[in-house]
């Protein structure tokens, strides 16, 4: 289904005239220079340079050649080796190799047209008339060498490869590439067709990978019934140019349609014009608060409300993850379904993160990235574990169970940072807003608990009170030593949140010292009352031990009570009225 909605995909595109996107037979390729030529093939001047940008320049061109080690050239444009001959190492007879391949194709594509077109015909006479050690004129060559070259006829605006005449004779002969491949019944259409013996890569920039395939057969073992390469999976030539463009159009730079979640690459698109498509990265990583449209379509979606009006629930949406996998890409997710169910789906997701935020300039709705960062070492995206930005974002589309594995990781970072400290040595909140929120969820959607957006004082879940215990008797600790930078957190938040009683007997007894320091009787009686309300609901003794969905309980007892203090909703003032 991947691969027939990426065809249909293309075929929409096409329809609509999208802009930027190749046409039949095209890629769109980084290229740095370009060499511009007299109508008699000289050079007017040395390479032009097409941009500062190291990466070069996006142009659309003749489709790109897939090579691994084999000798293969590209129609009027390439790399220096096959364009000029030279290169930065003097392989001498592989370079040869690669110039006569680069007028072979030249050749082979135009035949005598080429003397139609000025453009055209100025190549071939650079051809003819070029030697590779004219390079060691330019000065700036060693910028150059290995880089790509388009060519421009000297006062034209567009490049030569652009013109009529050589977008027909390319599209011609890129349909005759397929003349000798075996025929097949086609993934996409069903017919029996030409079949490509190797799929187009896929450019992503993916990290420390050059680009990759989605299909690919590179070794005997992934073969079957003697079928080669890429007839493991045939597709036709129309069929793997359609897949292939629209995937590289989806994940091409600037896209609005491409997100970075974790290691996953995610991209989306529908199968007919809507607003959701442009939108839809911010709905799942909503960082920009200025968007009017997006708060009304999260508010809607998070209350179980309609869509706005401009939204059809109808529309179906697509949704790929992908990450790279040495030589071809592996799928993290696949997500197909009406816009409808699917905003209903993540909308559940956004009720269940809900709770109190300690500022009001925190995120209204965590994004998804946040929630990944959060369970890593140090917050660094680069620390979350495989696999887990996948099961996360496919849990949410799907509205099924959050990954088993995330209540356990988030628990451990909490443990791991009871005593971190920010580089002016003061304590960080380890039960943070976004930790807070991710537990809640999960222990509603995971293992069925009623857990509430802010402080619930009728709750008596152990876990849950012994959280709240803990997070009262650090405050009694911090208002009768103010100012101090290592609380209780710091040694006992572990203990506590395992095995209370071996811990909370030795901090009742420490709470006395700290409420004897304290100068405001008032105070006093508040914090006595408070622990006096918690402890009748844990009973005559604390819990030997509490598994881990009681360790999620306490952390957000943790959260919530310290949380209702820090916002005043038990202030000393309220207590003295």
């Known amino acids: 289904m991947i691969i027939q909605s990426l065809v249909k995909y293309y075929s929409r595109l096409t329809s609509e005239s999208a802009p930027n996107l190749p046409p039949f037979g095209f890629s769109r390729e980084k290229i740095h220079y370009a060499l511009v030529l007299d109508t008699e093939g000289r050079l007017v001047q040395a390479p032009k340079k097409l ?40 392989n001498l007879e592989r370079l040869c190799k690669c110039h006569a391949e680069f007028i072979k194709i030249f050749d082979s594509v135009l035949c005598d047209i080429y003397e139609e077109d000025a453009g055209l015909r100025a190549i071939k006479l650079f051809l003819n008339s070029w ?35 050589a977008i027909k004779a390319w599209g011609a002969a890129f349909e005759r590439r397929s003349d000798s491949n075996p ?28 680009d990759a395939a989605i299909a690919s057969f590179n070794l005997n073992a992934f073969e079957s019934y003697g079928h080669e390469q890429c007839l493991n999976a045939p597709m036709s030539t129309s069929g793997e140019f359609a897949y292939v463009t629209a995937l590289n159009y989806l994940l091409r730079w600037g896209s609005r349609q491409r997100i970075q979640i974790g290691d996953a690459t995610t991209v989306f698109w529908t199968d007919r014009d809507s607003p959701i498509e442009g939108m839809f990265g911010q709905v799942l990583n909503p960082i920009d608060k200025d968007v009017p449209a997006l708060r009304i379509l999260l508010d809607s979606a998070r209350k179980g409300d309609p869509l706005p009006d401009d939204i059809d629930a109808r529309v179906r949406f697509y949704v790929l993850g992908l990450s790279p996998n040495v030589s071809r890409l592996a799928v993290r997710f ?11 789906k993540i909308g559940r997701h956004y009720a269940a993160l809900q709770i109190d935020k300690p500022f009001d300039n925190d995120f209204e709705f965590i994004p998804v990235w946040r929630l990944l960062q959060v369970t890593a070492v140090r917050e660094k995206s680069d620390n979350v574990q495989p696999l887990l930005a996948g099961a996360l974002v496919r849990s949410i589309l799907e509205g099924t169970r959050y990954p088993e594995t995330l209540l356990a990781v988030v628990l451990e970072r909490i443990r791991a940072e ?65 100012g101090i930078n290592s609380t209780i957190r710091d040694r006992f938040y572990g203990g506590a949140s395992s095995t209370p009683r071996t811990v909370f007997p030795n901090l009742m007894g420490l709470k006395n010292h700290h409420l004897a320091k304290m100068q405001e009787k008032g105070l006093v009686y508040f914090y006595e009352g408070l622990l ?6 844990l009973g005559s003794q604390f819990p030997a031990h509490l598994n881990l969905v009681q360790q999620g309980s306490f952390a957000i007892g943790y959260y919530h009570q310290r949380q209702n203090i820090f916002k005043g909703k038990e202030k000393k003032e309220e207590v003295l009225a």
């Open 51 to 90: 941009s500062e940008d190291k990466k070069g320049m996006e142009l659309i061109v003749p489709r790109a050649v897939k090579r691994s080690s084999n000798v293969a050239a590209n129609f009027l444009w390439d790399k220096t080796d096959y364009v000029l001959g030279a290169a930065k190492k003097d």
């Open 418 to 482: 009871q005593a971190e400290k920010d580089k002016k040595g003061k304590p960080v909140p380890n039960v943070s807003y976004a930790r807070a929120a991710l537990i809640k969820a999960l222990l509603i959607r995971n293992h069925n608990r009623e857990v509430s957006m802010s402080l619930d004082k009728s709750n008596d879940d152990p876990g849950y009170c012994c959280g709240r215990l803990f997070g009262v008797l650090e405050l009694i600790q911090e208002k009768a030593q103010p």
């Open 334 to 344: 696949w997500y197909m379904s009406d816009v409808g169910q699917l905003m209903a």
């Open 532 to 537: 006096g309300e918690i402890v009748d609901k």
């Open 183 to 210: 025929v097949a019944f086609c993934l996409d259409s069903g017919q029996r067709e030409r079949a490509e013996i190797l799929h187009g890569d896929i450019k992503g920039g993916w990290k420390d990978q050059s």
């Open 131 to 165: 030697q590779a050690d004219f390079v060691g004129a330019w000065p700036e060559w060693s910028e150059i060498a290995g880089k790509n070259l388009v060519f421009q006829l000297d006062g034209r605006t567009e490049w030569i490869h652009q013109t009529p005449l």
